[in-house]
């Protein structure tokens, strides 16, 4: 599991969630849980298939934003990627004996940090038509154990 994190001033958080559910439907993601309460939003999506599973392709997404009115914390967290390659790309090599098991890593690896960059930049996009004059966002940064 992947980690981003940013942090967000001065933003209407309701309509930014709003946003955010539009888009990862639009990359037709499935939405499988929303959870709503006091100053906390979150938004869980999932995209694959049992051939994506095996290769590692999955793309799990969830989106938390929690915080008080005025500054709030926005963690995106991207599944089956990055770390997580090493063992789906290893049951593809043994299902494949080793054929395409390679490029499939390298292909996931780049399609996460593609996601990743094109939902930052979206984000930003997005501030700059619902936020106000005063909305910032800090630059994204990865969140370790």
């Given at each position: 599991?992947?980690?981003?994190?940013?942090?967000?001033?001065?933003?209407?958080?309701?309509?930014?969630?709003?946003?955010?559910?539009?888009?990862?439907?639009?990359l037709k993601l499935d939405i499988i849980h929303e959870g709503k309460e006091d100053n906390y939003?979150?938004?869980?999506?999932?995209?694959?298939?049992?051939?994506?599973?095996?290769?590692?392709?999955?793309?799990?997404?969830?989106?938390?934003?929690?915080?008080?009115?005025?500054?709030?914390?926005?963690?995106?967290?991207t599944g089956a990627w990055g770390k997580d390659i090493v063992v789906p790309t290893a049951i593809?090599?043994?299902?494949?004996?080793?054929?395409?098991?390679?490029?499939?890593?390298?292909?996931?690896?780049?399609?996460?940090?593609?996601?990743?960059?094109?939902?930052?930049?979206?984000?930003?996009?997005?501030?700059?038509?619902?936020?106000?004059?005063?909305?910032?966002?800090?630059?994204?940064?990865?969140?370790?154990?």
């Open positions: 599991m992947r980690q981003e994190h940013v942090t967000l001033q001065e933003v209407d958080v309701s309509q930014l969630y709003d946003q955010i559910k539009k888009y990862l439907k639009d939003w979150d938004i869980k999506a999932h995209k694959g298939t049992l051939g994506s599973v095996v290769i590692g392709n999955v793309r799990d997404v969830e989106v938390m934003i929690s915080g008080t009115q005025g500054n709030y914390d926005l963690v995106l967290r593809a090599g043994v299902l494949t004996a080793g054929v395409a098991a390679i490029p499939a890593a390298a292909v996931s690896t780049y399609r996460a940090h593609s996601f990743e960059k094109k939902f930052w930049d979206f984000i930003k996009s997005t501030l700059s038509e619902i936020g106000s004059a005063k909305a910032t966002m800090s630059e994204p940064v990865v969140v370790t154990h």
